[in-house]
């Protein structure tokens, strides 16, 4: 069984900063793609921004320059830093980790969900 457990989310001014945590617990042998995924109310969820274990990132538009994700696979977490935030990322966030499976099948599995809300 693997859980993902999320943190940091929570109360940010515009312009403020928030970093969120994910950590991965079970049994787990490698993890192949960390990422961050949002949803606001009334829409869609929608990707932020992805780590695989060979690049650096890649982030949705509406995110780039002022959100970094980050992972450490030792201690199998997966970060997100959030900064220059606007009203507009104001969401829940969910983390997402792929892993594979004995089967050779990897699954994708998710975390419960941290609200961020950016206002004034």
């Known amino acids: 069984q693997v859980q993902l457990v999320e943190s940091g989310g929570g109360l940010a001014q515009p312009g403020g900063s928030l970093r969120l945590s994910c950590a991965a617990s079970?049994?787990?042998?490698?993890?192949?793609?960390m990422g961050w995924y949002r949803q606001a109310p009334g829409k869609q969820r929608e990707l932020v921004a992805v780590n695989a274990r060979s690049s650096l990132g890649n982030y949705a538009d509406s995110v780039k320059g002022r959100f970094t994700i980050s992972r450490d696979n030792a201690k199998k977490t997966v970060y997100l830093q959030m900064n220059s935030l606007k009203p507009e990322d104001t969401a829940v966030y969910y983390c997402?980790?792929?892993?594979?499976?004995?089967?050779?099948?990897?699954?994708?599995?998710w975390g419960q969900g941290t609200q961020v809300n950016v206002s004034s």
């Open positions: 079970g049994n787990i042998f490698s993890i192949n793609a």
């Open positions: 997402m980790m792929t892993v594979p499976r004995a089967s050779g099948m990897s699954r994708d599995y």
